[in-house]
């Protein structure tokens, strides 16, 4: 059998997206057919659309997402018709080197969906943005992309654990360990590096300093639990971190920009023996030189982090228990619900730098 739907597409480079009718298949073996609840707009939506990623037009966009699976494929025992579920990027294999030995994020033989989805009118074979394509009705995922939650949590937060804030939190409470009485600064705060605010605010830092460009994004910064700002437009970031810091830098700074000069502030403005996490992701020809002797003299730790190092299994309940228990304020990335017809419009807000995530709400 077959499900035609509603989906958002991408057909070429550059062109606003547009509402089409998709073809879905049932779900094959290890797989899984979502009913999707809401999926959040992020940037890499918006790259895809552009060709920034690559040029296996038609995309169907969409990948931070919630919803409840309707069906499952052969051999699929960790999820059943009827959970309620957040969607991952990539079912990880389990057996590899990395996922052996407890570092699935770095899994290098990850998978999707195998069965494609269509263009109702052409025919064309459609690429899922990230594996995922959850701008529509229905989409169809392989099984391990899935993790149940706890259905209680409404579907446009949850739905955000996918992508954009768990890299934030993540980045935060995993790659960066932050422990109860540590110092955090992070450079840019966009929807990561707030969620990185969150996050560090959940492990019990005791200063988190948010730094930006943007006096707008430094007053959200502060609702969410920044307890001192600096515009880095106004005054030297890591001189003002020193300063916060009695001198030493911060134990934990966390760059979620992903730009040179950010990535230097992030180097210079932790602690000695302090970590550094990259999780703002910088282009192909971008170069940073630092003199070698600060790179031997400052010791501490250099970190990138993927998808916030998590393990979703692990992490997605984990999260949503804490929402529910009113510990994690999830709702507060949710600046506005749309429709499916409306991503090309809020992709337009996106650059506006006034929306921390539109969710489009099925
Ligand atoms: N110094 C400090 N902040 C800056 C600077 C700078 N030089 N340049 C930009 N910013 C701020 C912006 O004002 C904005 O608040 O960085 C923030 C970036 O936020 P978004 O554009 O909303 O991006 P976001 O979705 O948060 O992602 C940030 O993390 O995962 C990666 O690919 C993602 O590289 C991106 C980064
Ligand atoms: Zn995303
Ligand atoms: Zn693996």
């Known amino acids: 059998m077959t499900h035609q739907v509603r989906a958002v597409v991408a057909r070429g480079k550059g062109a606003p997206v547009s509402l ?45 997402a919630a919803g409840v699976v309707e069906s499952v494929g052969e051999g699929v025992t960790d999820v059943a018709p009827g959970d309620f579920v957040i969607l991952n990027w990539r079912a990880v294999c389990g057996r590899c080197r990395a996922c052996r030995r407890g570092r699935p994020w770095y899994c290098f033989d990850t998978h999707n969906a195998e069965q494609k989805m269509t263009l109702a009118s052409t025919g064309q074979e459609l690429s899922p943005a990230l594996g995922i394509g959850a701008f529509a009705e229905k989409t169809l995922v392989a099984a391990g992309q899935c993790t149940k939650v706890d259905r209680a949590a409404s579907a446009a937060a949850a739905g955000l654990l996918g992508c954009g804030v768990m890299a934030g939190i993540g980045a935060a409470i995993n790659t960066g360990n932050v422990g109860r009485g540590d110092s955090v600064a992070v450079i840019g705060c966009g929807g990561v590096g707030d969620a990185a605010v969150v996050g560090s ?162």
Not at 22 to 49: F, M, N, Q, S, W
Not at 276 to 304: A, C, H, N
Request: proline content about 5%.
């Open 20 to 64: 089409e009718t998709i073809i879905v298949p049932d779900p094959g073996p290890g797989e899984a057919l979502v009913k999707i609840e809401a999926c959040g707009v992020c940037h890499t939506d918006l790259h895809y659309r552009e060709g920034g990623i690559n040029d296996d037009f038609p995309f169907l966009l969409g990948h931070e």
């Open 201 to 362: 605010r959940l492990a019990g830092a005791a200063k988190i300093i948010a730094v930006d460009i943007d006096d707008r994004k430094l007053a959200t910064a502060r609702k969410l639990g920044a307890t001192h700002t600096v515009n880095s437009r106004q005054s030297d970031p890591v001189e003002a971190i020193r300063e916060l810091t009695g001198g030493f830098g911060a134990d934990v700074v966390i760059e979620a920009v992903g730009r040179p000069e950010t990535y230097r502030q992030a180097f210079y403005a932790r602690d000695l023996a302090g970590t550094v996490v990259l999780v703002g992701v910088p282009t192909p020809e971008m170069k940073l030189e630092l003199p070698l002797l600060d790179v031997f003299g400052r010791g501490g730790t250099l970190k990138s982090s993927w998808y916030g190092d998590c393990l979703p299994s692990r992490d997605f309940p984990m999260l949503i228990d804490l929402y529910l228990q009113g510990r994690l304020d999830l709702d507060a990335f949710v600046t506005e619900t749309i429709g499916l017809d409306e991503v090309e419009k809020a992709f337009d807000r996106m650059h506006g730098g006034e929306v921390l995530r539109s969710v489009v709400v099925l």
